[in-house]
């Protein structure tokens, strides 16, 4: 069991730029989560998958965010013409089909947006 | 709407004693309860949860309690070691609903003084 592993770790781009992420989940859970993590904040639930069907999104995931699993394996989360308020640590989870209340994190992506 | 509150942004603890951490909800469909540790630069680690049938589950040093007519739940660490310094979150979800989401709450910070 190796645990979920994101990639890359910390990211900066300059505002108006389009930022690509992913994540690699434990591998035999069949559920991917994406959540956002500002300062001072817990984690936010953004969108779910379960195998590769998007199955739950959330209004914070505005029309430049957008996220597949094309394989049922791992995952990746697009932010498009970034803005400032982007800046936060984007953090995946997976979990198996039989305990999928228990959700096990990877080490999170920090983007920062100038 | 924070629908689920930790009034305590930090606590500390000498190492040996019992540390005391408190969540508060709002929503009465949540059914399901965590509490995870994140360390500086790491996503969050799951410690142990807690199902709305239950009002105690233990593991370990760690023991979580469920007051559902309060609608509060409490994290208890006993004894208290110097790797336990971390920030902690509530975390609840409402699985009768068939919602996978998890809601956190906004963390505590706990230190563990040798």
């Known amino acids: 069991d190796t645990g979920v592993s994101q990639d890359p770790r910390h990211k900066i781009t300059k505002r108006g730029q389009n930022v690509t992420f992913r994540c690699d989940p434990i591998s035999e859970h069949n559920r991917l989560y994406w959540y956002r993590q500002t300062l001072g904040q817990g984690p936010e639930f953004l969108t779910y998958?379960?195998?590769?069907?998007?199955?739950?999104k959330s209004r914070l995931l505005s029309d430049r965010f957008s996220a597949e699993r094309p394989k049922g394996s791992f995952s990746t989360l697009e932010i498009q013409r970034t803005e400032q308020g982007d800046s936060a640590m984007y953090l995946c989870?997976?979990?198996?089909?039989?305990?999928?209340?228990?959700?096990?994190f990877g080490p999170g992506t920090r983007l920062t947006v100038t | 709407d924070q629908q689920v509150k930790q009034n305590s942004p930090s606590l500390s603890v000498q190492e040996g004693r019992i540390s005391i951490l408190n969540c508060d909800y709002t929503n009465s469909m949540f059914d399901y309860f965590l509490w995870y540790k994140k360390y500086p630069a790491e996503g969050p680690t799951f410690l142990i949860s807690i199902s709305s049938i239950k009002d105690k589950n233990e593991d370990g040093r760690f023991t979580v309690f469920l007051n559902k007519s309060a609608k509060h739940l409490s994290l208890h660490i006993v004894p208290s070691q110097p790797g336990d310094s971390a920030v902690y979150f509530c975390a609840a979800s409402a699985r009768d609903l068939g919602n996978e989401k998890l809601t956190f709450g906004t963390g505590t910070r706990l230190t563990i003084i040798p």
């Open positions: 989870a997976s979990s198996s089909w039989d305990r999928s209340y228990e959700q096990y």
């Open positions: 998958f379960q195998n590769e069907a998007q199955l739950e």
